[in-house]
């Protein structure tokens, strides 16, 4: 857009008219630009559970010692970037499976060294976790001697779990197999013996 402004000035000393003419350029904004910025955050999630819930090892004792083993299925998922850790304890401070004032020690083993299972005494095994490598056993639930392949590890007390697995991204239904084995001889006093196992499962 072009403006003209003109001035008229008087000589005093005649009657000569000059005019100047100032032309001026002003530029004209046509549009504008503002930016907004969405932001969304999308909490972390984890889930967990596992098989059953309980795992049966009812053991026929012999002289010598009988073993039953089984195993138990945790499953994981979360959307965390950074992954999650998994952690095995007992879900107090107590370690031994008991039948009221009888108890069946937890295995002095591990979970960097475990050892095979003694008479007496109950304990797990995590396969490819820290030194349990392939002590332990595989398929399906059994009765029989006490093997010498298979390590077991004792349960910790709640608050100072075994780190079972470890992941460093997200994770769909991922899953750790934890085997338990329960090793009795006839010495051993008859009775249901009892103990609740805590999996945790903690956002990284």
């Given at each position: ?24 350029t002003t530029s004209v904004v046509s549009a ?87 008479v007496n005494t109950w304990g797990y095994c995590?396969?490819?976790v820290g030194g349990f490598s392939t002590f ?69």
């Amino acid at each position: 857009m072009i403006f003209l402004r003109s001035f008229k000035l008087r000589y005093m000393a005649g009657s000569l008219l000059v005019f100047f003419a100032i032309f001026s350029t002003t530029s004209v904004v046509s549009a504008l630009t503002a930016n907004t910025t969405i932001t969304s955050t999308v909490s972390k999630v984890i889930s967990l559970l596992t098989t059953s819930g309980s795992v049966n090892l009812d053991v026929v004792p012999t002289g010598a010692g009988a073993q039953t083993i089984a195993s138990d299925t945790v499953t994981v998922s979360t959307n965390d970037v950074s992954g999650y850790t998994l952690t095995l304890s007992s879900s107090t401070a107590s370690l031994p499976l008991t039948s009221g004032s009888n108890t069946i020690p937890a295995s002095s083993g591990t979970l960097g060294t475990p050892i095979v299972q003694t008479v007496n005494t109950w304990g797990y095994c995590v396969p490819s976790v820290g030194g349990f490598s392939t002590f332990c056993p595989s398929g399906n639930a059994s009765s029989a001697a006490i093997s010498g392949s298979y390590k077991f590890a004792g349960i910790k007390a709640s608050g100072s779990g075994d780190t079972i697995a470890n992941t460093n991204t997200t994770a769909s239904n991922a899953t750790t197999t934890v085997w338990y084995g329960v090793a009795a001889n006839t010495s051993q006093p008859s009775g249901t013996y009892t103990n609740t196992v805590t999996y945790t499962a903690t956002i990284n």
